[in-house]
Each structure stands twice: as C-alpha cells, then as structure tokens.
C-alpha cells in the first residue's frame, strides 16, 4: 500500500444525500456523499463498495445492542 490520505468532512447533524452510481465503461462505481459540506465521491469496485456498507451494518449493529 502506498502513500495514506485522510480526507475528514463533518456531516453530523447535517441532511446528507448518499448514492451509488453505477460503473460506466472507463470508470468504477461511484459512492458519492453531499450536504451543504459539498460532496465527496469515491470510486471503488463492488467489493470495497460491499467491504464500506458492512463495515457501517456493523458499527449500527453494534451501537443498537450497546443501547
């Protein structure tokens, strides 16, 4: 793995639209997140798509039984 970046957007409490659009001909899926932030998108394949969505499934799930 090469160089890390971290890239933080404060969404808390804000209305946020969360979309996947789907892989065209020369580029992946697209998972894009927009607010009054304005928006980030990231490109990914479906299994990093499915590894995001479990990972938040998890995190959920665990706050649910915490409560």
């Given at each position: 793995?090469?160089k890390?970046?971290?890239?933080?957007?404060?969404?808390?409490?804000?209305?946020?639209?969360?979309?996947?659009?789907?892989?065209?001909?020369?580029?992946?899926?697209?998972?894009?997140?927009?607010?009054?932030?304005?928006?980030?998108?990231?490109?990914?394949?479906?299994?990093?798509?499915?590894?995001?969505?479990?990972?938040i499934?998890?995190?959920?799930?665990?706050?649910?039984?915490?409560?």
């Amino acid at each position: 793995m090469g160089k890390h970046i971290v890239f933080s957007v404060n969404m808390t409490g804000e209305d946020v639209e969360a979309v996947v659009k789907p892989a065209l001909h020369y580029t992946p899926a697209i998972l894009s997140l927009r607010g009054p932030f304005g928006a980030v998108e990231i490109l990914a394949d479906d299994e990093q798509l499915a590894l995001i969505g479990e990972s938040i499934s998890q995190h959920l799930r665990a706050k649910e039984q915490s409560a």
